[in-house]
T-cell receptor, first 114, second 110 residues
C-alpha cells in the first residue's frame, strides 16, 4: 500500500501561471482534504471532499479550485498563481469506518511562486 | 469557535521527559490526536485518545486528557534525538473535519 501520494514534490511557478497538484490514495477512503502549511500558521484547510463528485470550501479557499472525479484522486488547481500561495501543500485522506478516524497524510508538495 | 491552542516551542535535554500541552474548545469532540511531523515530511498519527478516557499509555508516550478543563497533554519519557519534530494536537469535530493546533516544535538539547 502506497497510502497517500502527492505529485509533484517540488515546483517553482511564475506569478500568473497555473498548475494542478495531484493527490492519490489507495485505501478506499471516503474523505479527502487539501491543507497548506505556513510557518507559525499551522495547517489551514483549503478544500475538502466527503465523496466522489463532491467538494466543499475550507478555511482558505480563495485562489484554489478542486475536483474529485474519482474516489481515489483529489486535484488542487491554482488558476493564476500568486506569491502568497508559496507554501507547502498537504493532502490527507480519512476513512469513516473503524474507530480511530484519523487522517493519513501525503508527504507534501513544496510550491514556490516567484 | 473551534480552536486548538498549543505553545510553539519546547526545549528538553536528552534523557529527560518532554511534556507538550494543548487546550481545545469543543466539548463534543470524540477523539483527540497527537501527530508528529519530522523535517521535510508529512504528519504521522502518533497516538490518539477517546474522549471518555482520561489516560492512555503506549511505550514511552503518555496522553492525559482533562475534559473538565479541555486540556490534553503528551508526555514523552526518556526523550531521544529522534523525537525532535513538530507535534500537532488535533480534535475530531462532529462534522467531517479535524481541527489542528499550530504545532509545538520540540528541540532536544545534548
Amino acid at each position: 500500500n502506497a497510502g497517500v501520494t502527492q505529485t509533484p514534490k517540488f515546483r517553482v511557478l511564475k506569478t500568473g501561471q497555473s498548475m494542478t497538484l495531484l493527490c492519490a490514495q489507495d485505501m478506499n477512503h471516503e474523505y479527502m482534504y487539501w491543507y497548506r502549511q505556513d510557518p507559525g500558521m499551522g495547517l489551514r484547510l483549503i478544500h475538502y471532499s466527503v465523496g466522489e463528485g463532491t467538494t466543499a470550501k475550507g478555511e482558505v479557499p480563495d485562489g484554489y479550485n478542486v475536483s474529485r472525479l474519482k474516489k481515489q484522486n483529489f486535484l488542487l488547481g491554482l488558476e493564476s498563481a500568486a506569491p502568497s500561495q508559496t507554501s507547502v501543500y498537504f493532502c490527507a485522506s480519512r476513512s469513516t469506518s473503524g474507530t480511530i478516524h484519523g487522517y493519513t497524510f501525503g508527504s507534501g508538495t513544496r510550491l514556490t511562486v516567484v | 469557535g473551534e480552536d486548538v491552542e498549543q505553545s510553539l516551542f519546547l526545549s528538553v535535554r536528552e534523557g529527560d521527559s518532554s511534556v507538550i500541552n494543548c487546550t481545545y474548545t469543543d466539548s463534543s469532540s470524540t477523539y483527540l490526536y497527537w501527530y508528529k511531523q519530522e523535517p521535510g515530511a508529512g504528519l504521522q498519527l502518533l497516538t490518539y485518545i477517546f474522549s471518555n478516557m482520561d489516560m492512555k499509555q503506549d511505550q514511552r508516550l503518555t496522553v492525559l486528557l482533562n475534559k473538565k478543563d479541555k486540556h490534553l497533554s503528551l508526555r514523552i519519557a526518556d526523550t531521544q534525538t529522534g523525537d525532535s519534530a513538530i507535534y500537532f494536537c488535533a480534535e475530531s469535530m462532529m462534522n467531517d473535519k479535524i481541527i489542528f493546533g499550530k504545532g509545538t516544535r520540540l528541540h532536544i538539547l545534548p
